[in-house]
């Protein structure tokens, strides 16, 4: 198992956004300035090993934690699947 913690340095994890489900409920289908408002980058990631990864966000906005296991593939995260 490997995790990565989101740090200044963490350039692997910018590009695996998400948008906070609390503050955007309507997710890419809502306007762009919400959608760039809402848009969060992960804290951090943890892969298995398998092909898909965990992606744990918390919104800058409202504090909302929350967890992803299907947005993200370990070849988008940069890792050997």
């Not at 995790?3 to 997710?27: E, H, K, M, W």
């Not at 965990?54 to 299907?70: K, N, T």
């Amino acid at each position: 198992m490997t995790t990565i913690v989101a740090t200044n340095d963490s350039r692997r994890l910018q590009f695996l956004d998400d948008y906070c489900p609390r503050c955007n409920p309507a997710g890419h289908y809502a306007d762009s300035r919400v959608r760039l408002a809402t848009l969060t980058a992960p804290t951090s990631l943890t892969w298995h090993g398998g092909r898909r990864v965990v992606c744990r966000y918390q919104c800058e906005g409202c504090g909302h934690r929350w967890r992803r296991a299907d947005l993200w593939d370990a070849q988008s995260a940069g890792l050997a699947a």
